[in-house]
């Protein structure tokens, strides 16, 4: 593990896909841009210590950490691939910026928390893998066998602080169903867990996530979106909630 200022970190340990030790180097101007497009400006990057490996120009590095030290770091290609090293640990990506949040949100993905402080919301986190494709209908498991949620335990101390968390999933089935499996094990049953609804983009679709709300109706929309005062509440499923 290492620690340092944004752009100072030159090594992570542990294995990766290609079997050697990362080094990595901040982000050069191609994925500088990839980024733009994205409505994610530089200063946003540094800021979350997102860098690229070395040699690398199009993989790019989501460093994870707590209380400021690298704990983990996860790659992403420009063609979405994804993968992680060996033995990170498993939490929240950007839970420094929850530390001592009355109120945290969670999103589906780094580029949605990113997205996020764009609209001036920093007390975001974003879970570190992919969504379930349904809802379990087994009973929940105790933490230590909970090893698909295992970064929600590893984190339980700074959520239980939050008197709201806001999830801000994918609008999608797989969205639909992380929703549910994070409400089930963050006090769906207590009020304390509520979910955003994404707004319509036609007739029929709305947007996906935190991140195509930024690109196409902007920052300002974004956040009022989040704080719109029609959250769904998680445990009455398919009300929509007035006034929270």
Same mark, same amino acid.
């Given at each position: 593990?290492?620690?340092?200022?944004?752009?100072?970190?030159?090594?992570?340990?542990?294995?990766?896909?290609?079997?050697?030790?990362?080094?990595?180097?901040?982000?050069?101007?191609?994925?500088?841009?990839? *980024?733009?497009?994205?409505?994610?400006? #530089?200063?946003? %990057?540094? =800021?979350?210590?997102?860098?690229?490996? !070395?040699?690398?120009? +199009?993989?790019?590095?989501?460093?994870?950490?707590?209380?400021?030290?690298?704990?983990?770091?996860?790659?992403?290609?420009?063609?979405?691939?994804?993968?992680?090293?060996?033995?990170?640990?498993?939490?929240?990506?950007?839970?420094?910026?929850?530390?001592?949040?009355?109120?945290?949100?969670?999103?589906?993905?780094?580029?949605?928390?990113?997205?996020?402080?764009?609209?001036?919301?920093?007390?975001?986190?974003?879970?570190?893998?992919?969504?379930?494709?349904?809802?379990?209908?087994?009973?929940?498991?105790?933490?230590?066998?909970?090893?698909? *949620?295992?970064?929600?335990?590893?984190? #339980?101390?700074? %959520?239980? =602080?939050?008197?709201?968390?806001?999830? !801000?999933?994918?609008? +999608?089935?797989?969205?639909?169903?992380?929703?549910?499996?994070?409400?089930?094990?963050?006090?769906?049953?207590?009020?304390?867990?509520?979910?955003?609804?994404?707004?319509?983009?036609?007739?029929?679709?709305?947007?996906?996530?935190?991140?195509?709300?930024?690109?196409?109706?902007?920052?300002?929309?974004?956040?009022?979106?989040?704080?719109?005062?029609?959250?769904?509440?998680?445990?009455?499923?398919?009300?929509?909630?007035?006034?929270?």
């Amino acid at each position: 593990m290492w620690m340092g200022r944004p752009g100072s970190w030159t090594n992570i340990s542990g294995d990766n896909q290609f079997g050697k030790r990362q080094k990595l180097q901040p982000l050069g101007d191609e994925l500088i841009a990839y *980024f733009a497009g994205r409505m994610i400006p #530089k200063q946003t %990057l540094e =800021k979350n210590c997102v860098m690229q490996v !070395a040699g690398q120009k +199009d993989i790019i590095a989501f460093t994870y950490r707590r209380n400021g030290i690298i704990v983990g770091c996860k790659y992403r290609t420009m063609d979405k691939s994804f993968w992680q090293e060996k033995g990170t640990e498993k939490t929240l990506y950007g839970l420094d910026d929850i530390k001592e949040a009355d109120e945290v949100i969670i999103v589906e993905g780094e580029i949605d928390k990113l997205s996020l402080e764009e609209a001036g919301i920093s007390n975001c986190v974003s879970v570190p893998a992919g969504a379930p494709q349904t809802v379990s209908i087994k009973e929940l498991p105790t933490p230590e066998k909970d090893t698909g *949620f295992q970064y929600i335990w590893n984190c #339980k101390k700074y %959520l239980n =602080k939050a008197s709201r968390i806001i999830i !801000a999933t994918d609008a +999608d089935v797989s969205g639909d169903a992380l929703a549910e499996e994070l409400a089930r094990r963050l006090g769906r049953e207590r009020s304390k867990c509520w979910r955003v609804h994404w707004p319509k983009k036609d007739e029929i679709n709305c947007f996906k996530d935190a991140n195509e709300v930024l690109m196409n109706l902007g920052p300002n929309a974004l956040r009022e979106t989040i704080y719109s005062m029609q959250l769904h509440h998680m445990y009455l499923f398919n009300e929509t909630i007035q006034g929270v």
